[in-house]
């Protein structure tokens, strides 16, 4: 399903508010936002359905490879989503983020 505009605004507005509440670094926030895009990029076909959980993921992909020390953990995501996903669910989908990009979270072009 193709995700539209909108729908991106708002998943990045939802997850501007995360890094707020959890007092995170802004710049892991726009390294999510362009790690989103690049996912995106790669992967057409995401369901609607599982679009927070992606954006989630890929954000708390982004606390780690900044190395930024304030963690939000996974139980830390289900909560804050209304338990829209589970801890399963969420390590499942790292492991497909994780494979669409190839392991390479670099946001430079080869």
Known sequence: MYISSSMKKILL?????VCFYFD???EI???T???IEKFQK?????EIMEYQLIGCVIFHLAIKFLEDENEITIDDWCEISNF???REEFIKMERQVLK??????NLLEP
Do not use: A
Not at 42 to 46: A, Q, S, V
Not at 100 to 105: A, R, V
């Open 42 to 46: 790669l992967n057409l076909e995401i």
């Open 33 to 35: 936002e362009k790690l």
């Open 13 to 17: 507005k939802w997850l501007k508010k």
């Open 84 to 86: 829209s996903f589970n």
């Open 29 to 31: 926030f726009f390294f």
């Open 100 to 105: 669409i990009l190839d392991y390479d979270l």
């Open 24 to 26: 995170v670094d802004i």
